[in-house]
Every structure is written in C-alpha cells, then in structure tokens.
C-alpha cells in the first residue's frame, strides 16, 4: 500500500516529536503517534533516559496514551506513525495492542546506523532460552500452572 497525504502529515508529526525529544535532552531519536478517524489519540517520544525506564520508547508511551484515552486495551481501527522501524519491544507492543496499520519514516538499518541496532534481539528470540545471551531458567512451573488453571476456570474473567 503506498503512503497517502495523511500518512505524511503523521509521519512529520512523529518525526517532530523525535526531534523534540532529542533537543530537549528527554531520550533517543524516535516519535509516535497513534490516529484514529484522523485524530491524533495518543503520542510520545522516546523517554528512557529521563525516566530510567527501559520501556519508554516512543510507541510504547504512545499506546498507553491511546489505550488511556479510549479506555481500552485495543487499537483496532487506529494506524501507529513511528519516526523509526519499532523495535522487537514496541512491536509486541503494537501487536498485542492490535491496531490496523503502522507507518514508519526510517528503518532498523537506519537507527543501527546511529547505535541503536537490534538486530541481536532479533536473532536471540530464536534461541532456545537456556542458549541465549542473558541465561533463562525454568522454575516452578508446577506453580505457574495453578494460576492458568485458576485463569481457564474463571468465569467473569475479561478475555483479550
């Protein structure tokens, strides 16, 4: 599908918002916004130095932001404007979030190009966890299973 005006005009948006976040010292060089029926519901910029939170990349903080405004986990119906390729992080975020469509203005060759390379998250999601670069070890699984099993039996639970 190519780009259309609107894909632009919410591209420059979040291209903004990753230059505003660099200026003013907040994080790295990424923006988000989410738009739903051309309004703009959620938006960020990357926030991970300023809040010492890992998790605070420019998507991330503009789903909560959405998902917050439409008092709802799901994004069906919205696109996701990204300044960059998201990240292996952000892009469980989109999908679990479930939106229609992400854009995005650079890719992940381009943001490597600059330090920020996540191609070895990549490559470690398709390690066996006991493998991988940061050791994985399975635990007590026995008592993992209760809380499924008290999950599946559940009957006012909310499904997602």
Not at 3 to 8: A, I, N, V
Not at 31 to 56: F, L, R, Y
Not at 110 to 117: K, L, N, R, V
Not at 122 to 148: M, N
Request: aromatic content about 10%; proline content about 4%.
């Amino acid at each position: 599908m190519e780009p259309t005006e609107e894909d632009y005009k919410y591209i420059q948006l979040a291209v903004e918002l990753a230059q505003q976040g660099v200026l003013n010292n907040v994080g790295g060089p990424f923006g988000a916004v989410v738009v739903k029926d051309g309004e703009v519901i959620g938006q960020g910029s990357n926030k991970v130095t300023s809040t010492n939170d890992p998790t605070a990349h420019a998507e991330v903080v503009a789903i909560r932001e959405a998902c917050h405004f439409l008092q709802s986990y799901e994004l069906s119906g919205c696109t996701i404007y990204a300044s960059c390729e998201p990240c292996p992080m952000c892009l469980g975020a989109i999908y679990w979030s479930r939106p229609d469509r992400i854009v995005y203005a650079c890719n992940r060759r381009d943001a490597a190009s600059i330090g920020f390379d996540d191609d070895f998250i990549y490559t470690e999601i398709g390690v066996s966890p006991d493998q991988r670069s940061i050791r994985a070890t399975e635990c007590g699984r026995a008592l993992g299973l209760k809380v499924f099993e008290l999950w599946m039996n559940k009957r006012d639970k909310i499904e997602y």
